[in-house]
């Protein structure tokens, strides 16, 4: 561990917390320290702060059953807060008790005797009610390419056997290798980038309308993962070639083959690759 | 108007109880139930054995307990993405099923590096899955990123399968050749020698001082023929000399089957000739 | 007076509306597709359904009369289960068994601490202690009868129910059954000795006979535990199920964590029902004297309880080390497996008990005068322990909506998911263990002036040790997300030793410290507010339930297997049940061992109260 990781963690944290719910929250609090709030208010402002930030201050909201198990241990620890003397039991009920037999304050006891109930009532109401949920599916994001050899413009394709025949050209012939490469980029930012993005990032002008949304090839986790036959397979046979697996939606992509000449295919792999500055997974990779 | 505190402590009890019990029914209700013995019939289709390897694997074999499929960073146990190709290329001369039956049946005999060592016996209790299951597991298996040459009718070492057995998987499956094929600068001619089942007939092992070679043996080939010469007879059997002709039709048949002709590269069959030709010891 | 009254209305009024509305809703919303049966049926008096049905049900009834013995199918010795009613055969064993477990753990832990107790009254010559140990002796008579019976009960059920099973484990632990029974007649002769030679003897023999009873008791437990540890982790029989080696059977992987983890179990256990006895009797006592011994006799099983409760997550972590040790994948059914959310349900009981105890604590500091300048720290302790209770009741993976997951992209959230890993978890129960002693050392201290020369030096080596500790303890669970698994899973290590050593260096110097410090504040025993009392029986509560949660999970963790790996559970009962109806049978068994144990309260104070006299004999 370098202070470098521990760092990248601290912004990682700072950068998932909603700072404008974040600062209205510790503007009350310091406030209620200037005004010295009472007991009561206190509580009441604890319970209430550590709420919205748990609710609202993450982007990524805190699935609701974790945030009641929290809000559980949050009314537990203040009410030992408030029960763990006798001074801060008398200080915290004071104000209830108020509100309870004073008659200045009958409306508002009124008021809050009819507002419970109803609450209760309409979060039962709710909870009761809630709209149907489609179920989530775990979805592969990457099914295994089919067993059996796949048929792009009459050529058979063995995916497990099948390499990009304009790969050994990196090594024997680099100038030819570009070329390939070049006719790749060609193909590329005619047909692919509306979605793919133009710097490779998934986001391309399409791409906020898909789901699921576009590959981003910049990510490690995606064409570097793969052999180039995996690539191939995709591009060739788009969606609708998608396994179920890949399910439950389908996959905007079309399938190529029926724009794209093999060569054309292979090209663009090899552009992909060359362009994000990733290796294809290789065989060997695992063996020993 | 005072409230007996034996009536506080019964109520605090049983308040208490009960909100442990709530908590219990807040979590997920998961009912596991006992594992029961399968009846897989043996003409079942790959896509099936898959579905039913699954199912094993999620359910009574426990595996994805510890395994994950598609997650990296900190693991525990070897992610299974991409397994099914991987399993060919683990353990030289070990074709795919080869492989994973070996990692079930016997899981410490190769631990994959990284990682300590800690799979149970997958046919010995507590999980006991019966030879069956264990290859529908296995077609699963081979199903994550490659494609299953696993049948029901695959013998292997451990279901009474034997040696002959081995290189009969491999025939069938015809995939630890091809997916060999795929990974020449890998492999030595000593592991393609194995990998391509030549060494079922030949023996390469010099004979002990006084005994004479096994048919067959190759152990002296280098010293008898020189490459080009070696090269010729494994690639054209019909003109060994010392063969009848019924005979070198039965070995074309045999390296054929075995996939020397039809997946081996000529830079793998050049590795084979550069192992045989190299000298070793004997006469 | 009247104020309260109106309040107390009040409540009541808002609450029966509350409960109307919700009811009321739930009604509404239901009611509008209520299936109703059709407003008009024809009742016939006899159709030929009905006829059929009575003539099937004579049929049945001669059937029965004169059936042969040879249809019960197979020979009897070859039953293999027999069916309880209505519950099951597994529930009834279950909770005969978790009693019997429960009342076990009660009778072996009271000698223990009764023993002590009373060696500290032999040694500083304080009345007070002999009595009090001598207290807690009366609760044990009864309680071991109840537990003998108990015993009987879950043998008769074991032989009845599971015959096949029984007898197995009869085969492989046939030697160990006469020493038990011996043992068991040892134990009742001490235990009575002991409980009704009190006083009758000079102190040495009666703390001798203390030291037998516990060391025969200790015998007993090692015994039982032998039978269901192998049940876990079997060893010394043949992977058929053939013995072995008996000593082998004996000393399973199990059973030393188990004989650890039970011992120290059970003595925070028996203290934390002791407190509760003492609660109990505090809440109905009558005069100042009374209250002041009972509040003080709570403050001591409470502090045994606590203590004892302290190293027991340490002896847990053994506990499942030598699990993961027997079998990997078992160890991974615990942890990852089915078993995975009960350590979250474990996590909030837990959670509920440190902030119990730490409660306790502050609210004794109130007897104390002089405390109040250790009040404000209170907060600052109760904000480290609730964070240590949150992220140590986070789920790994928690349960979602389709929307939410979509939103996190998964099963993990990007910022909880870090919190559900072991790392973070064991951080923060270290961190729990560490805040609690200091609560205590606070406590401690609140009424008490160090004189020493050397106070100050001590003060902020004990402060520098705290420090020290929590902030490498806190560094190794960063670490943890930043290393491999294997030096992870190590880490846990340095981190316990170091939190013991912080006990313990912060212990002796507190011990040194205030060695005859002068008393600023008296400790008035008897004026703890009444809440502190029912404080003490939510912990008897809790470290009951929590007993018999972990209790199911020991069991529960055979899944389908009598004997893991060696005997099969073919019956009904072999699937997991969920942990909704696990809980549910938890809560029931914990009730009733309340109920059985509020009678034996009721017993030990019938001895104090006064002889029963004739109304009308008085008269005369």
């Given at each position: 561990m370098t202070f470098h990781d521990l760092w990248q963690f601290l912004v990682a944290l700072i950068e998932s917390l909603n700072i404008y719910v974040l600062l209205p929250i510790l503007v009350v609090l310091i406030g209620c320290r200037i005004v010295k709030a009472g007991l009561f208010v206190w509580v009441t402002a604890w319970a209430l702060a550590v709420y919205l930030t748990l609710r609202y201050g993450f982007v990524i909201a805190i699935p609701a059953s974790v945030l009641s198990l929290y809000m559980g241990i949050v009314f537990l620890t203040l009410l030992t807060y408030v029960v763990s003397s006798r001074e801060r039991w008398i200080s915290f009920s004071r104000p209830l008790l108020r509100l309870m037999v004073e008659k200045k304050y009958q409306p508002l006891l009124v008021l809050v005797l009819v507002t419970l109930p109803l609450a209760a009532g309409a979060r039962v109401y709710l909870s009761m009610t809630l709209p149907i949920q489609p179920p989530l599916f775990t979805r592969t994001v990457h099914p295994a390419p089919p067993s059996e050899p796949i048929t792009v413009h009459d050529q058979e394709f063995d995916l497990n056997a099948?390499?990009?025949?304009?790969?050994e050209l990196e090594e024997s012939d680099l100038e030819q290798f570009q070329t390939h490469v070049e006719n790749g980029r060609r193909v590329y930012y005619q047909?692919?980038?509306?979605?793919?993005?133009d710097d490779m990032l998934g986001d391309g002008l399409f791409a906020h309308g898909l789901n699921p949304i576009p590959t981003n090839f910049r990510d490690t986790g995606t064409i570097a993962m793969f052999q180039e036959g995996f690539l191939f397979w995709r591009i060739a046979k788009g969606g609708p070639g998608m396994?179920?697996?890949?399910?439950p939606w389908e996959s905007a992509?079309?399938?190529?083959e029926k724009f794209l000449s093999v060569e054309e295919i292979w090209d663009v792999i090899l552009f992909l690759y060359d362009y994000t500055e990733q290796r294809p997974r290789e065989l060997e990779e695992h063996g020993e | 108007m005072k409230i007996p505190p034996s009536v506080n402590i019964v109520v605090l009890a049983v308040a208490a109880t009960a909100f442990y019990t709530l908590v219990g029914q807040l979590v997920p209700q998961k009912e596991v139930p006992a594992p029961e013995v399968m009846e897989i019939s043996?003409?079942?289709?790959t896509e099936e054995m898959i579905e039913i390897g699954k199912e094993i694997a999620q359910g009574?074999?426990?595996?994805l307990t510890c395994h994950t499929i598609g997650r990296s960073g900190a693991l525990r146990f070897p992610d299974l993405e991409g397994i099914g190709t991987r399993a060919a290329s683990?353990?030289?001369?070990?074709?795919g099923v080869q492989y994973l039956v070996q990692s079930l049946y016997?899981?410490?005999a190769y631990v994959v590096e990284g990682f300590n060592p800690g799979m149970p016996?997958?046919?010995?209790?507590?999980?006991?899955?019966?030879d069956d299951e264990i290859l529908t597991v296995i077609a699963y298996m081979q199903s994550l990123g490659g494609s299953p040459s696993?049948?029901?009718e695959t013998k292997h070492a451990y279901n009474g399968g034997g040696e002959e057995g081995v290189s009969g998987a491999a025939d069938a499956s015809g995939e630890g050749p091809a997916a060999a094929a795929l990974e020449t600068a890998a492999l030595s001619g000593d592991s393609l020698f194995k990998s391509y089942g030549c060494a079922e007939c030949h023996s390469i092992a010099p004979p002990a001082a006084g005994e004479a070679p096994p048919p067959?043996?190759?152990?002296?080939v280098g010293t008898r023929l020189d490459h080009n010469a070696i090269l010729a007879t494994i690639l054209d059997?019909?003109?060994?000399?010392?063969?009848?002709e019924s005979k070198a039709q039965e070995k074309k048949a045999a390296m054929e089957a075995a996939g020397v002709?039809?997946?081996?590269?000529l830079d793998e069959i050049q590795a084979i000739v550069e192992f045989l030709a190299a000298p070793r010891g004997g006469e | 007076m009247s104020k309260r009254k109106l309040l107390l209305l009040s409540v009541c009024v808002a609450a029966v509306i509350m409960v109307l509305v919700v009811a009321g809703t739930k009604v509404l919303v239901v009611f509008e597709n209520a299936y109703r049966t059709p407003v008009e049926t024809v009742q016939l008096d006899r159709t030929p359904a009905m006829q059929g049905e009575a003539d099937a049900l004579a049929a049945a009834a001669e059937e029965q009369r004169t059936r042969?013995?040879?249809?019960?199918?197979?020979?009897?010795?070859?039953?293999e289960y027999r069916a309880f009613p209505v519950i099951g055969s597994r529930v009834a064993v279950w909770s005969i068994a978790q009693l019997h477990l429960l009342f076990a753990a009660f009778v072996l832990a009271v000698p223990i601490f009764a023993l002590i107790i009373e060696f500290i009254g032999y040694v500083t010559k304080d009345k007070r202690y002999d009595e009090l140990a001598y207290e807690f002796t009366k609760l044990l008579s009864v309680s071991f009868s109840l537990t003998a019976a108990l015993g009987a009960a879950l043998t008769f059920a074991l032989i009845i129910l599971y015959p096949r099973f029984t007898d197995y484990l009869m085969h492989v632990f046939s030697l160990t059954f006469l020493p038990y029974a011996l043992l068991f007649f040892a134990e009742a002769g001490f235990l009575y000795t002991y409980y009704y030679g009190w006083g009758k003897f000079s102190p040495k023999v009666h703390l001798a006979l203390g030291i037998g009873l516990n060391l025969v008791g200790t015998a007993i437990m090692l015994i039982a535990n032998a039978w269901l540890t192998f049940m876990t982790t079997?060893?010394?029989?043949?992977?058929?199920?053939?013995?072995?080696?008996t000593w082998d059977a004996v000393n399973n992987y199990m059973w030393m964590p188990i004989n650890i983890h039970r011992f120290i179990a059970n003595v925070a256990f028996g203290g934390s029902i002791a407190a509760a006895y003492a609660a109990f009797k505090f809440l109905h006592a009558d005069s100042e004297e009374e209250r002041a011994h009972y509040d003080w006799m709570g403050y001591v099983g409470n502090f045994i309880a606590i203590v004892a409760f302290l190293p027991l997550p340490f002896a847990g972590y053994y506990l499942a080390a030598e699990i993961y040790a027997f079998s990997q994948t078992m160890g991974l059914t615990m942890?990852?497996?089915?078993?995975?959310w009960l350590f979250i349900i474990q996590a909030v009981l837990i959670g509920c008990l440190f902030i119990g105890a730490n409660l306790y604590l502050w609210l004794g500091m109130?007897?104390?005068?002089?405390a109040q300048r250790y009040r404000g720290y209170i907060k600052y302790l109760l904000v480290v322990i609730a964070l240590c209770f949150a992220v140590w009741a986070t789920p790994r993976s928690p349960i979602t909506t389709p929307a939410e997951m979509r939103e996190m992209g998964g099963?993990?959230?990007p910022i909880l998911g870090k919190l559900g890993v072991m790392s973070a978890k064991n951080t923060a129960v270290n961190l729990l263990i560490l805040t609690t002693f200091l609560s205590f050392i606070i406590y401690r201290r609140s009424g008490l002036t160090p004189v020493v020369s050397w106070a100050k030096t001590g003060k902020a080596a004990q402060l520098l040790v705290f420090i020290a500790v929590a902030g490498y303890v806190t560094y190794l669970g960063i670490l943890g997300y930043f290393v491999d698994t294997t030096v992870r899973i190590g880490l846990s290590v340095p981190q316990v030793l170091s939190v013991l050593f912080a006990l313990f260096s912060v212990t002796v110097i507190d011990i040194f410290l205030f060695r005859g410090a002068r008393t600023?504040?008296?400790?008035?025993?008897?004026?703890?507010?009444a809440i502190s009392q029912y404080i003490l029986i939510f912990i008897a509560v809790t470290f009951t339930w929590l007993m018999a949660l972990m209790g199911y999970v020991r069991s529960g963790l055979r899944q389908h297997w009598h004997v893991y790996g060696?005997?099969?559970?073919?019956?009904?009962?072999?699937f997991t049940p969920t942990l909704g109806f696990a809980t549910k049978v938890v809560s029931v068994n914990v009730l009733v061992f309340f109920g059985l144990i509020g009678f034996v309260f009721w017993l030990a104070s019938l001895s104090g109260k006064k002889d029963w006299e004739d109304p009308e004999g008085s008269v005369s």
């Open positions: 099948v390499v990009n025949p304009f790969r047909n692919c980038f509306y979605c793919h993005g396994p179920d697996e890949g399910g992509m079309p399938a190529w | 043996k003409d079942i289709s009574k074999g426990i595996c683990r353990i030289p001369g070990l074709n016997e899981p410490d016996t997958i046919n010995k209790a507590p999980i006991g899955l019966t696993v049948t029901m067959r043996s190759l152990h002296d059997p019909d003109n060994i000399p010392t063969l009848s002709y039809g997946k081996a590269t | 042969p013995l040879e249809e019960l199918g197979v020979p009897l010795k070859d039953v079997p060893r010394g029989v043949s992977e058929a199920g053939a013995l072995i080696s942890m990852g497996g089915a078993f995975s109130g007897r104390i005068e002089g099963s993990f959230h600023i504040g008296e400790t008035r025993w008897g004026t703890m507010p060696v005997i099969r559970d073919t019956s009904p009962d072999a």
